[in-house]
């Protein structure tokens, strides 16, 4: 009977023992896979953002998600931080998923996820708020600016993570402007600046700045268009290149001023217009009908803003009915007068030429005076020695005597 009960002891030992090795291999082969699998994360400002922590295999071991400051947030399905923001997405034994809405960037961080196994193990995941930049405004415009002026733009842009990139543009071509950035917290304030000297083409042109960030689609932009101010040009246009007795002239005052200059004034040899019956006045033109040689002289007209005034000329030469006139306005020779660069280029070839005339004209001259001497002395080259040298360049003198010839 002892022997029959020590008999089962042993079997339930052995039996025991296997049932408790092969439970150690199942835990050793579970615990393998338990291993919490998490994504790091990137979310805009404002919106919402889902962390998830998975596993592969799971003995009905609870998951936990905790926030950067290790305060667990839910443990399981059950809720542990009273944040409304915070909400559960999906609880089971292989999956924990949890939703931050309206995220601010006091969220990011270092999210951690727990598998509760012994010994713990965990998983970090990384949650990355992107500041959106604010909209740009434009400071320093003066309305209006006044021409010669030095202006100092700047574009600023607050909030931003990671810092955002100003760019400007002058109408539709980029200019360059001078960056500063700045931390305010975990966000940043950008300011560019664009500084220029001011210019009557300036006037009407529209200066952009563009806010360029990876949280934004499309860049922010913001248009300021420049108004500047400056003295008045002005230019007298006609309808008649050679005008002749009997036609119908038109003057036009062309102005160029901001503001506008006004009114125009017109006026003839310095003096007021004579036959107001035929010289018609309307606004900036003036209208002359019927032209005749007593028209012929320089009309003059006036205008003027708050910057200054300016006039233009125009010299009025009445032809003959029927005559063919000049083959150009003397008007246009008046206002481009003549072309003294190709006047002077003309005088310096022509002064050039005579030099060079005078020069070979020289030499010519001293060439043949040499060769008549060295006749005189023809034959002296050929003499046997020097007294017969002498015979023959004293022969050849006296030839030479022979055949002078006098003019009386």
């Known amino acids: 009977m002892i022997f029959k009960q020590h008999l089962i002891f042993i079997l339930y030992s052995l039996c025991a023992n296997v049932f408790k090795v092969a439970g150690t291999k199942s835990k050793a082969k579970g615990g393998q896979g338990q291993f919490p699998i998490t994504q790091n994360v990137t979310v805009v400002e404002g919106a919402t953002a889902n962390m998830t922590c998975r596993v592969d295999y799971n003995d009905n071991t609870s998951l936990q998600w905790s926030n950067p400051a290790q305060q667990t947030l839910f443990f399981g399905d059950k809720k542990a931080l009273r944040d409304h923001r915070i909400e559960l997405v999906r609880a089971s034994w292989q999956e924990l998923t949890i939703r931050i809405s309206d995220v601010s960037l006091s969220d990011e961080g270092q999210y951690t996820c727990s598998l509760f196994t012994m010994p713990v193990k965990t998983t970090k995941a990384f949650l990355t708020v992107l500041g959106v930049p604010g909209r740009p405004e434009i400071t320093g415009f003066t309305k209006p600016a006044m021409e010669g002026d030095i202006i100092t733009l700047t574009c600023t842009t607050t909030g931003s993570k990671p810092a955002a990139n100003i760019r400007w543009f002058r109408n539709d071509k980029e200019v360059q402007g001078t960056t500063k950035t700045n931390a305010t917290g975990k966000s940043f304030t950008v300011r560019s600046s664009l500084q220029f000297h001011v210019d009557r083409r300036d006037d009407g042109v529209a200066y952009t700045c563009s806010v360029e960030h990876v949280s934004l689609p499309n860049p922010y932009m913001t248009t300021e268009v420049l108004e500047v101010h400056y003295a008045p040009h002005l230019e007298i246009t006609h309808s008649l290149i050679i005008p002749q007795e009997g036609q119908y002239l038109k003057l036009e005052c062309v102005s160029i001023g901001n503001p506008i200059p006004e009114p125009v ?144």
């Open 265 to 408: 004034l017109w006026s003839k040899d310095g003096g007021e217009l004579p036959d107001i019956e035929r010289m018609i006045v309307e606004g900036r033109e003036l209208t002359i009908t019927t032209l005749n040689k007593t028209d012929n002289g320089t009309y003059r007209c006036e205008a003027s803003n708050h910057l200054g005034t300016s006039s233009a000329e125009y010299i009025l030469f009445v032809y003959a009915k029927d005559f063919p006139g000049p083959t150009t306005d003397p008007n246009a020779l008046g206002q481009h007068g003549p072309d003294h660069a190709l006047i002077g280029g003309v005088v310096a070839v022509v002064v050039f030429i005579t030099l060079c005339l005078i020069i070979v004209l020289g030499r010519y001259l001293a060439r043949h005076k040499g060769t008549y001497l060295t006749h005189e002395a023809k034959g002296a080259e050929d003499a046997p020695d020097a007294d017969t040298a002498i015979i023959n360049a004293e022969g050849n003198h006296v030839h030479a005597e022979e055949k002078k010839e006098y003019f009386i």
